[in-house]
């Protein structure tokens, strides 16, 4: 039976870790088709993995089976969780990584607690260890538990039948972008391998006339919004293909040249001419 499965771990290139997770699939069902959406996570990075997750998901077909495997409390009380949600399937450590998606089929905005589902979304506890492998690792659970449920999964099996069913799920504190007097300020959520700063404020945050619109970050301030990454000199700031706000620099890495980071502040202002 052909499913789509994706891989995103902090596993990197240079082991075996990721071909081991395939190899446990592939003998559960051999007709599994895999798609590496990034193995370059920064060790233990659980923020990024789930915004990396998060941007990417929505551009498979529906019932992708999408594994998340970057988890520092591997061996640990922390369950191994799968997340049926109308869109996609999502089998992942419950330490958070999942925020993002949790959010889109939350009651409530995701604020760092455990979060109730709305229905239509199932979350199931790993617990059936007959869908296990045989042997199981303290610490490589994606391969001996992750891997061998997905490819079950993948063979039509529901999700009840890898455990019992759960009402909430922990989530990570996820940064919004709040309203200032002239303006707003949100924050730095993520840096793409270009060194582009990725923020939280969406296209749909900002004001329809952008004419008098400014972006501080880093200590400096950016005038008006660039179109492409090839506008201009220097510092631009522009909406990226995901609908975030981005700051780049041409030819550059923005992250480098401004000395900041995941969870910094960036300021938008509306100058005169600006406006709703």
Same mark, same amino acid.
């Given at each position: 039976?052909?499913?789509?499965?994706?891989?995103?771990?902090?596993?990197?290139?240079?082991?075996?870790?990721?071909?081991?997770?395939?190899?446990?699939?592939?003998?559960?069902?051999?007709?599994?088709?895999?798609?590496?959406?990034?193995?370059?996570? #920064?060790?233990?990075?659980? /923020?990024?993995?789930?915004?990396?997750?998060?941007?990417?998901?929505?551009?498979?077909?529906?019932? /992708?089976?999408?594994? @998340?495997?970057?988890?520092?409390?591997?061996?640990?009380?922390?369950?191994?969780?799968?997340?049926?949600?109308?869109?996609?399937?999502?089998?992942?450590?419950?330490?958070?990584?999942?925020?993002?998606?949790?959010?889109?089929?939350?009651?409530?905005?995701?604020?760092?607690?455990?979060?109730?589902?709305?229905?239509?979304?199932?979350?199931?506890?790993?617990?059936?260890?007959?869908?296990?492998? #045989?042997?199981?690792?303290?610490?490589?659970?994606?391969?001996?538990?992750?891997?061998?449920?997905?490819?079950?999964?993948?063979?039509?099996?529901?999700?009840?039948?890898?455990?019992?069913?759960?009402? /909430?799920? @922990?989530?990570?504190?996820?940064?919004?972008?709040?309203?200032?007097?002239?303006?707003?300020?949100?924050?730095?959520?993520?840096?793409?391998?270009?060194?582009?700063?990725?923020?939280? @404020?969406?296209?749909?945050?900002?004001?329809?006339?952008?004419?008098?619109?400014?972006?501080? @970050?880093?200590?400096?301030?950016?005038?008006?919004?660039?179109?492409?990454?090839?506008?201009?000199?220097?510092?631009?700031?522009?909406?990226?293909?995901?609908?975030?706000?981005?700051?780049?620099?041409?030819?550059?890495?923005?992250?480098?040249?401004?000395?900041?980071?995941?969870?910094?502040?960036?300021?938008?202002?509306?100058?005169?001419?600006?406006?709703?």
């Amino acid at each position: 039976m052909s499913a789509i499965i994706t891989l995103t771990t902090d596993f990197g290139l240079c082991d075996a870790y990721v071909a081991e997770m395939k190899g446990v699939i592939l003998g559960i069902n051999p007709d599994a088709r895999f798609v590496d959406i990034c193995h370059t996570i #920064k060790p233990q990075n659980i /923020t990024q993995a789930a915004f990396v997750l998060h941007t990417a998901y929505r551009f498979f077909p529906e019932r /992708t089976i999408h594994i @998340v495997v970057v988890d520092p409390g591997v061996g640990s009380p922390r369950r191994a969780v799968l997340l049926r949600t109308p869109f996609a399937d999502f089998i992942a450590p419950d330490n958070g990584i999942l925020s993002y998606i949790i959010q889109e089929v939350a009651e409530k905005p995701v604020t760092g607690s455990t979060m109730k589902l709305k229905p239509g979304a199932t979350a199931i506890s790993l617990t059936k260890s007959k869908y296990w492998c #045989k042997r199981v690792s303290a610490t490589f659970h994606g391969r001996d538990i992750f891997a061998p449920v997905a490819a079950h999964l993948s063979l039509g099996r529901p999700p009840e039948d890898f455990g019992k069913q759960i009402n /909430t799920l @922990v989530t990570m504190p996820l940064l919004y972008p709040h309203k200032t007097q002239n303006g707003m300020t949100g924050h730095i959520v993520h840096i793409d391998n270009f060194g582009n700063l990725i923020t939280n @404020v969406g296209e749909q945050d900002l004001p329809k006339k952008r004419e008098g619109i400014a972006i501080s @970050v880093g200590g400096k301030r950016i005038h008006g919004l660039s179109r492409t990454y090839h506008d201009g000199a220097g510092l631009l700031s522009l909406i990226g293909s995901h609908g975030y706000l981005e700051i780049s620099l041409k030819n550059g890495s923005a992250a480098g040249f401004l000395g900041v980071g995941t969870g910094d502040q960036v300021r938008i202002t509306l100058q005169t001419g600006g406006g709703q």
